[in-house]
Every structure is written in C-alpha cells, then in structure tokens.
Nanobody, 120 residues
Framework: QVQLVESGGGLVQPGGSLRLSCATSGLTLYYFAIAWFRQAPGRERERVSC?????GSTYYADSRFTISRDYAKNTVYLQMNSLKPEDTAVYYCAAAHGVCYEGANEYDSWGQGTQVTVTS
C-alpha cells in the first residue's frame, strides 16, 4: 500500500523559508515521479514542482522552489525560499508512475497535506 506523508509546514513570515518533506512507503521511489501541489481556499489545486523517476528531471512553477529526493530515506523535499503571503496554502505531495504530469488527476497517490501560512 502506497503512503505519502507530508511534514514541515507551518507559520512563517514573508521572506522566510520552509522545507517540506514527503516520506513515501509502499513504492520504489526510483520508478515514480513525485509532485508537489498546493491548494489555497477557493482556488484549484496547482502543481508547484515535480521530479521524474530515473533521470530526476525537475519542473518548477516558481524559481524560488527547489525539489530534491533522498533514495535512502524514500523522501522527497521541497525547499521554499523568499516566501510570500500568496504562497499560503495546503501543500500536498503526489505520486505517478514515471513521468511528471501537469494535472492532478494523473497522480495515483496523495498525502494528507501540510499547511503553509505566510504572514507577518
């Protein structure tokens, strides 16, 4: 059974940084693309970053974010810098076989989300 568990969210001031973690189990990380999505109240879920399986190609909606993975820990990270109030949202990680997809519907497994709040 595939499980994804996000952590690392919290309250941060504008300009601050957070590192989110997505701990995976029940899958071989090498064969899965892992994406980070976010959803703010009243808005659609949007992809902010993704890392493909095997070659590790990365995709970003914003250059302030960096995605990385640690095979030994079966964990994918999202480093977020220079945070803005508009980054406030629930952040989710999601898994898909192989490649990164734009749409949320293409991802088979999801975590429960972690809240990120950027406010002064």
């Amino acid at each position: 059974q595939v499980q994804l568990v996000e952590s690392g969210g919290g309250l941060v001031q504008p300009g601050g940084s957070l590192r989110l973690s997505c701990a995976t189990s029940g899958l071989t990380l090498y064969y899965f693309a892992i994406a980070w999505f976010r959803q703010a109240p009243g808005r659609e879920r949007e992809r902010v970053s993704c890392i493909t399986s095997s070659d590790g190609s990365t995709y970003y909606a914003d250059s302030r974010f960096t995605i990385s993975r640690d095979y030994a820990k079966n964990t994918v990270y999202l480093q977020m810098n220079s945070l803005k109030p508009e980054d406030t949202a629930v952040y989710y990680c999601a898994a898909a076989h192989g490649v990164c997809y734009e749409g949320a519907n293409e991802y088979d497994s999801w975590g429960q989300g972690t809240q990120v709040t950027v406010t002064s």
